[in-house]
Structures are given as structure tokens and as C-alpha cells.
């Protein structure tokens, strides 16, 4: 089945402590971004990678590394998170940027 | 900046009913737009405009595209309980090759 699955579902976590959520899909897609939603702020991104050791920064990418050393994989960064990244998160991926995302089931972080 | 505005941002209608849906965007070197529904989880995909006053059609569902005024509604003829949900346009490109912007949303609620 065609999909993206991100990992964990659902993290608890503590202020300044290290973290990584992963991104993998099995469509061969080489465009993959992730995104996070907040109430009232809606979608907005985070990072985005066009291929293969190609990443870019989208519209809120403070605190966050990402990196694209295989096709399928996109992991999240957080070196060091904080309480205002408390969020859903969502990893996509498209076989081009103007085409169709296929999401991931999202991730639910709260930082203490 | 790029800019992609939904209204309205809630809906409260009885099934049945036809709703309409509005995007407008200001976004450069503008190539497609799409639309998404967003229930309990991840959005999933419903449509991609990329030609003027083409209709898309699925179902009960329809879009259609004004590149000249920079606008694209979303059809729900005879609502159903079932419809209820987040409904998100979002535009790839911009002033940033990859990125993708969504509007804020709008939450349809279908009453029995």
C-alpha cells in the first residue's frame, strides 16, 4: 500500500531533551516536506527537500533540522525543543511539487 | 508574500444543503491549486487545478478555477453527515520553488 508513515504517533517530551520523528514513504517520491498544525495558524511548513540532499527552509523553520540522505526518509530534528513547539505535525510527499500530497497520520508533540 | 485566504472559516449547515466553498491566492509564478478534506487525521487529497474554468468532479464534489481573478470555490451538493470536516486549499511554488501554502481552512459541519 502506498503511504507515508511517520513515527511516533504520539510523544510526550521535556524541554531542552533531543528528539526525531521519522518520515519514510514507498511511493519513490522525491519531493517530501513537513508541516506543523496549530489552532488557528492552520498548516505551514517547516522544511522542504526536492530530492536527495536537497532541503530548503519554509515558512517556520527555527528550531528544527531536517535531513534527506536517502529518498525515502525525511526525519524531524529537534535539537533542543521547546514548549511553543507543542504541535501536530505531518510529513507529506509528491512525486512533484504541483502535484498531489500523500500525508503521513501525523505526529502529536507536547513539550513540558 | 504568498498568500492563499479561505471563507468562510466555518460552516454550520443541515444535509441536504449545497455549500460553496471560496480560495483566493496571491501567490507568484502561480502553476496549480489543491484542495484537501481534513477530518480526525491526516488531510487527504480531493483535487488539483492547474486550467481556468475547467471543473473537476468527484461524486457529489466539484472545483472549478478563475486564474484571472485568482480564485477557486469547492461544491458540496446534498450534504451528508459524512462531509464534515476541515476543507484546506494550499498552493505550491511561490516566491520559494518548494514550498506550499495552505489557507487557514475551513470547518464544515453537517447536522443531521
Known amino acids: 500500500e502506498a503511504q507515508v508513515t511517520q513515527n511516533p504517533r504520539y510523544l510526550i517530551t521535556v524541554t531542552g531533551k533531543k528528539l526525531t520523528v521519522t518520515c519514510s514513504q514507498n511511493?519513490?517520491?522525491?519531493?517530501m516536506s513537513w508541516y506543523r498544525q496549530d489552532p488557528g495558524l492552520g498548516l505551514r511548513q517547516i522544511y522542504y527537500s526536492m530530492n536527495v540532499e536537497v532541503t530548503d527552509k519554509g515558512d517556520v523553520p527555527e528550531g528544527y533540522k531536517v535531513s534527506r540522505k536517502e529518498k525515502r526518509n525525511f526525519p524531524l530534528i529537534l535539537e533542543s525543543p521547546s514548549p511553543n513547539q507543542t504541535s501536530l505535525y505531518f510529513c507529506?510527499?509528491?512525486?512533484?511539487?504541483?502535484?498531489?500530497?500523500?500525508f503521513g497520520s501525523g505526529t502529536r508533540l507536547t513539550v513540558v | 508574500e504568498d498568500k492563499v485566504v479561505q471563507s468562510p472559516l466555518s460552516l454550520v449547515v443541515h444535509e441536504g444543503d449545497t455549500v460553496t466553498l471560496n480560495c483566493s491566492y496571491e501567490?507568484?509564478?502561480?502553476?496549480?491549486l489543491l484542495w484537501y478534506k481534513q477530518e480526525k487525521k491526516a488531510p487527504t487529497f480531493l483535487f488539483m487545478l492547474t486550467s481556468s474554468g475547467i471543473e473537476k468532479k468527484s461524486g457529489r464534489l466539484s472545483s472549478i478555477l478563475d486564474k484571472k481573478e485568482l480564485f477557486s470555490i469547492l461544491n458540496i451538493t446534498a450534504t451528508q453527515t459524512g462531509d464534515s470536516a476541515v476543507y484546506l486549499c494550499a498552493v505550491p511554488g511561490g516566491t520559494s520553488y518548494g514550498k506550499l501554502t495552505f489557507g487557514q481552512g475551513t470547518i464544515l459541519t453537517v447536522h443531521p
Open positions: 507529506a510527499s509528491s512525486r512533484g511539487q504541483y502535484y498531489g500530497y500523500t
Open positions: 511511493m519513490n517520491h522525491e519531493y
Open positions: 501567490v507568484t509564478n502561480f502553476r496549480s
